[in-house]
């Protein structure tokens, strides 16, 4: 019997196993993780979950559906090490180390926070988001404090701002860009974004980088910038994520900004793929490879490997989509804008929402709408079929995105 091993905890590690047993993959599969908890949702950790002190474990699939599946869990263990010769992984537990045939193995190991050098993990009064314990650390923290300090003003960092806020916390952002996701969004999105934030009460601090942390008996207590202290009873660090390669690396596969795979998710070593945030991966839409953090990407590439390990190899070419909530703004991106791109603004037929169309002479290429989900799915649909709405009335709400 064919043993499948994936290593990861996440979307991509999940809707593998899921799609694989719907598949009737023909062999066992073994999930590892290093989390204790069976694999959940991680979209809520910056929403929900932190609001609401009742809010359980948002799971993506309960325990039985892994038993019913013949799927093996192995929570709260560690993959450290591979023997790509011999087909083994090493594996540590606290019950002590064990060696795991396969005869495929899967790397979904994702990501992991970016931590500020003078503030690893686990520094008293420090936050970083990216797992349900550090979601829940920083759950308990927030009612005892008034004064939060967010260093970053990206999707995580910008959604915790709007989450504080809404629980009456005294809230300051600190990016370091001149404007906010810089890399992500396109600048009409960027100044709504800012706008939206900071009429909400958030004091948003463009171009302005943190020289250090106040400390206080081992604690951080607020932050320096341009030589003044910014006092802070809660610091949240949303600096980025970098993607989790030295198992990877260490067995010798070759990764650059990810695990480098092909349009198939596969690696150099034929008994080893790899999907999700831990990629480096070709995409057709884009001139380099991608490495995308995403819960869309992570489960279409968890789809299309399982579709090649069950016999129906194709290549991965899914339209990248995304979204974000951040107070009363839910953002919805379609495909991947970059400068150089003719924007259209779109208003949307009703309320106060919009979307920004990007084109590539009369290619569309992206799609960012803010309360604006009927022009959003509408061009998401064109987009996934090859078509583009005619660029001449893109921008007049009264004519439908058609191709």
Known sequence: MTRLVIV??????????????EKQFPGSI???????????????????????????????????????AGITLKLGTRAVAIDRAGKRLRLSSSAGQEDLAYDHLVLATGACVRELPQAPVGTPGVHYLRTYA???????????????????????????????RHLGKEVTVFEAMPRLLTRSVSPEISSFLLETHRGAGVDIRLGSTVDGLEMA??????????????????????????????????????????????????????????????????HPAWPQPLRLESVQNANDQARTLAARLCGDPQPYTAVPWFWSDQG?????????????YESVVRPAARGKGF????????????IESVNSPVDQMTARKLMQAGL????????????????
């Open 8 to 21: 990861g905890g996440g979307h991509a590690a999940a809707q593998l196993a899921a799609s694989l047993a």
């Open 30 to 68: 073994v999930l590892v993780s290093d989390e204790p908890e069976i694999p959940y949702h991680r979209p809520p950790l910056s929403k929900t979950l932190i609001k609401d002190p009742e809010a359980p474990l948002p799971e993506l699939r309960g325990a039985s559906f892994y038993e019913q």
């Open 217 to 282: 008996q081992d604690r951080a207590v607020g932050v320096v910038s341009g030589g003044v202290v910014v006092p802070a009873d809660i610091i949240i660090a949303g600096i980025g994520a970098t993607p989790n390669v030295d198992l990877a690396r260490e067995a010798g596969l070759t990764c650059d900004n990810g695990i480098v795979v092909d349009a198939t998710l596969a690696t150099g070593d034929p008994a080893i793929s790899a999907i999700g945030d831990c990629t480096s991966f070709p």
């Open 388 to 403: 583009s709405p005619a660029k001449g009335t893109a921008a007049d709400p009264a004519v439908p995105l058609k191709a």
């Open 355 to 366: 979307s920004v169309l990007h084109f590539e002479g009369d290619a569309l290429r992206a």
């Open 328 to 340: 009363e703004a839910r953002l919805q991106i379609t495909g991947l804008w970059r400068p150089g």
């Open 134 to 164: 550090q979601a829940r650390a920083l759950r308990d923290a927030l009612p005892g404090a008034q004064r939060v300090v967010v260093l970053g003003g990206g999707f995580i960092g910008l959604e915790l701002a709007a989450t504080a």
